[in-house]
């Protein structure tokens, strides 16, 4: 079973650019959550859809921060403009539903340097 | 959201039995216990999750307390690839709640050779 995917791996930008990040669940999991790790810490929950609908984003940074699921598949996550405090590792994960005793799957996650 | 305590790092040598422990005071009767572990580079994996009774599987054990006060998460013979940084996780399975992971600092398991 494929797990999920990812891209790009790594990116480097400079700060008040734009930079947008790709994630492919595992098919047929309803729901994607997109997390914010910063180095030293644990992740952070940016956001979470159940198919193509938005169930918490309330930890997003809406002022530069975007995120959709169009068609309940694929997400985008985008930065818009980019700070150097956004400087982290952003993982995607996927579950068949976003339930507490339901098991999530990670991506390998991208890395971002803003410069 | 009810919070757990976890010890920062632990050390353990290969093929001997870790246990890795995690405190909840304050966890409700609806909280499962998850554990999920971060090797280097890559994203978190699951491990393991109970709710009242102690839980086996490929990878690991997890003792609960009788109060549910606290955990322990037992790998029965520690390998390198065990290297990791642990988080145990309180996750509400309570209606209207979106199951989401709020993770800490977690433990960072050594491993020696």
């Known amino acids: 079973e494929a797990g999920v995917a990812q891209s790009p791996r790594y990116k480097i930008i400079e700060k008040r650019q734009s930079v947008a990040f790709w994630c492919n669940p595992i098919?047929?999991?309803?729901?994607l959550y997109w997390y914010q790790q910063i180095l030293g810490q644990g992740p952070k929950l940016l956001i979470q859809?159940?198919?193509?609908?938005?169930?918490?984003d309330s930890q997003l940074p809406k002022d530069r921060f975007s995120a959709e699921r169009l068609k309940g598949v694929d997400s985008t996550l985008k930065i818009q403009p980019a700070k150097l405090e956004d400087s982290a590792v952003y993982l995607c994960?996927?579950?068949?539903?976003?339930?507490?005793?339901?098991?999530?799957?990670f991506g390998p996650g991208t890395r971002l340097t803003v410069l | 959201d009810a919070k757990t305590t976890q010890p920062n790092s632990m050390e353990s040598n290969e093929e001997e039995p870790v246990h890795l422990p995690c405190n909840h005071s304050?966890?409700?009767?609806?909280?499962?216990i998850h554990w999920y572990r971060q090797l280097p580079s890559q994203g978190p994996e699951y491990v393991i999750h109970?709710?009242?009774s102690n839980v086996n599987n490929r990878m690991a054990s997890l003792a609960i307390a009788e109060d549910r006060k606290s955990s322990t998460l037992i790998l029965h013979r520690a390998t390198l690839r065990d290297a990791a940084v642990y988080y145990c996780?309180?996750?509400?399975?309570?209606?209207?709640?979106?199951?989401?992971?709020?993770f800490g600092q977690g433990t960072t398991l050594q491993v020696k050779p």
């Open positions: 304050t966890i409700s009767g609806t909280d499962y």
């Open positions: 098919s047929g999991h309803a729901t």
């Open positions: 996780i309180l996750r509400d399975r309570g209606s209207g709640n979106t199951g989401k992971l709020i």
């Open positions: 109970g709710l009242t």
């Open positions: 994960a996927s579950s068949l539903e976003g339930l507490a005793g339901v098991e999530q799957f």
């Open positions: 859809f159940q198919n193509n609908g938005v169930v918490d």
